[in-house]
Structure formats: C-alpha cells, structure tokens
C-alpha cells in the first residue's frame, strides 16, 4: 500500500522554464513533508521540506506548496535549469521523524 | 571529507551466502538508517537506530541484521541471500528526528546483486 504516490515517472521542461513535480498522499498524520534530489550513482540529498502546519515553503528556485485538504504536494523550480536534471523523491514523515516513507521518484529532464 | 560513506560500493555474490555492508558517518549524528531501493526504484525504510537502539524494524526478515557499534556506524549483515535481496542499500544518518524537519543525510550506496 504506497502511502506517498508519485503518479509521473518523469517530466521533460525546457531550460528557464518552469518545473513542477507532484505528489499525493493518504495518510492524514504525516509530519513534514520532504524533497529530495537524487543523481545517479549517488545518495538522495535533502532539498526543501515542508511543515503539515503550513501551505509554503520557499527556498531560492525552489517552492514546495502544500495542500492538505487535497492531500497533496507540489515542487516548483523557477527557473530551471540543465543541472536539475536528476530523480526527486517526495517523502512524508510520521510523527517522530524515525520513519520516512518516499515516493517512487519524478525524473526531472532540463533541456538546453 | 565524507559526511556517510558506505562500504563496499558493489557487492555481487553467490545466493545462499552471508555479506555485511559497512555504513559509517562523521556527522555526529544520533540516528541511523538502512534503506532498500528495489528494482522499481522505491526507497523502503529497513531499520532506524536512535543512540544505537533500534527504534524501527519494518518487517525485514531476521536474515538482516543491523549492528551498530557505536552512534557513528550502523552495519547490516545479510545471511543465507536471496535473489530477492538484490538491491541498491542506502544508509542515512539524521540528527534529532522529533525535534524538526528531519533531514536526512544519505550514504551513495552499495548495489547488491545476488547470483
């Protein structure tokens, strides 16, 4: 039973554009919710994450935007660029923090 | 300087056999975790360990077996391997996961296959 779905497997944008990645979840009592940034043959590195409490989180190119009536999650990077290219893994959190249940990950392409 | 290195970085292995894979981090940080990133690509929590007490075990069968020797090392030893245990094991290290976000540092992997 995946608790935090990433319908798209992977997303194309054009260089400067927008990206937006989403994410939903089932369960109500998630924490945070987290990014995280993943290239090949490496570790998932944190991103930016978001409190349940709250509906924004800003931090440079990247926004992370909150909707829990909806039970859903949404990344933007403004502008994007050919370096962002990499898998994002969308993550929740039980109260806690000891157990972080992720999605299946977005493949991010950026093209030039 | 490495924050959570992870040794070996590949291991290929006959089924039936028993491996460990070394994690240790310099971060100073009180909780560690094993990952497993099966071949659909789903990162799946394993073990968490808070001040080398295993706090979450999520129904991994008893051939795993997490050992953490002091707050900067969790290993993971696997006897008797299946083909199913072939996978990519992510080791991670947090610090005060109940106080805040908990951002998680990950190690770069070690990609298991069992022949």
């Known amino acids: 039973d995946q608790q935090v779905k990433q319908n798209s497997p992977s997303l194309s944008v054009q260089e400067g554009r927008i990206s937006i990645l989403n994410c939903d979840y089932t369960n109500s009592m998630f924490d945070y919710f987290l990014w995280y940034k993943k290239y090949p043959a490496e570790g998932p590195t944190f991103l930016i994450s978001?409190?349940?409490?709250?509906d924004k989180n800003e931090d440079g190119r990247f926004t992370v935007f909150l909707n829990k009536s909806a039970k859903h999650l949404s990344l933007h990077i403004v502008p994007s660029q050919p370096g962002d290219s990499a898998v994002y893994f969308c993550a929740a959190q039980e109260t806690g923090g000891f157990k972080t249940i992720f999605g299946a990950g977005t493949r991010l392409f950026v093209k030039a | 300087d490495t924050a959570v290195s992870q040794t070996p970085k590949y291991l290929v292995t006959q089924m039936g056999n028993d491996k460990s894979i070394k994690c240790e981090q310099n971060l100073g940080h009180d909780t560690m975790y094993w990952y497993k990133q099966d071949s659909k690509k789903f990162l799946k929590i394993m073990f968490s360990?808070?001040?080398?007490?295993?706090?979450i075990n999520e129904t991994v069968p008893n051939r795993f077996s997490p050992k953490s020797p002091d707050k900067a090392h969790l290993n993971l030893h696997i006897n008797s391997l299946e083909l199913g245990d072939s996978a990519v094991y992510f080791c991670a290290s947090s610090q005060d996961p109940g106080q805040s976000k908990n951002e998680q540092f990950f190690g770069p992997g070690t990609r298991l296959t069992v022949l």
């Open positions: 360990y808070n001040n080398k007490e295993l706090i």
């Open positions: 978001i409190s349940s409490i709250k």
